[in-house]
């Protein structure tokens, strides 16, 4: 059984469609992840949210779904955030918004949880310190847990002694082991990490690994729908640069 880890589409269909072409040739997908922010930021909320709703098998709600459907002020966005999440309230389909309305901020399913941010707080809290990692382990019951929000791609082992291994090496077979565990598979529509490709990870439930990948897209062509939406332009600048 392999599945696709996905986050942070971020509404880049070309994105999305670009990893889905890049998944296809390298291996048959059993099943499909998504740990929040389908939407926000790009040009293309309907188009990837009809997407996932086709494909994937277990989706959660980000904090740009939220917001994009009200249930979230957009006072603690950024000024682009909020104006991005302005936009994208509006060009929401009714049909789309009632399926956003019914995504659940945690899932389970194996030897995973799912949720956006962190198992404290799937929301708002960015998982990214050694801290924060240990301090979330109270926080669900499973071995493992996938989170997205802060844009990075990696895996964190945190062993009961001794230090915590990060892992983030590209097209590197990764063993999960016995200890629990914290996978970023990275954003597919927005990657913060210095490398503007698309981001995704593969896990593979059989021989229990995990694989970083990126995908090449057009990013040109997401930045020119961007500016026809009248999106802010920082936004479109920064895929570009993956920063
Ligand atoms: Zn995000």
New binding site residues.
């Given amino acids: 059984m392999k599945i696709l880890l996905l986050s ?1 589409i ?1 509404a880049n269909l070309t994105a999305l469609e670009a990893v889905m072409v890049n998944v296809a040739e390298l291996a048959p997908i059993d099943a499909i992840w998504v740990s929040g ?1 389908t939407v ?1 930021y790009g040009p293309d909320p309907n188009e990837c949210i009809e997407l996932v709703r086709e494909s994937a098998n277990m989706v959660v709600a ?1 904090n ?1 779904e939220l917001a994009a459907i009200g249930k979230l002020s957009t006072e603690e966005f950024n000024a682009y955030a909020a104006a991005a999440a302005d936009w994208t309230q509006k060009s929401l389909t009714d049909s789309v918004a009632e399926y956003i309305a019914e995504m659940p901020l945690r899932l389970e399913h194996g030897d995973f949880t799912l949720v956006h941010g962190s198992p404290r707080d799937p929301v708002w809290e960015y998982l990214l310190t050694d801290d924060g990692f240990r301090a979330n382990l109270d926080h669900f019951e499973t071995p493992g847990c996938v989170v ?2 802060s ?1 990075m791609q990696f895996m964190v082992q945190i062993p009961d002694d001794g230090a915590m291994v990060v892992r983030a090496e590209q097209d590197v077979v990764v063993n999960i082991g016995d200890d629990r565990f914290f996978i970023n598979p990275g ?1 597919v529509g ?1 990657p913060r990490d210095g490398d503007p490709r698309a981001a995704y990870a593969i896990y593979d439930e059989g021989e229990r690994t995990v694989t970083f990948k990126r995908a090449e897209y057009d990013i040109g062509a997401t930045q020119k729908r961007m500016e026809s939406a009248g999106l802010p332009e920082v936004l479109a600048d920064r895929l570009s640069h993956g920063r």
């Fill in positions: 942070d971020h922010d926000g980000g740009h997205g929000h844009h954003s927005q």
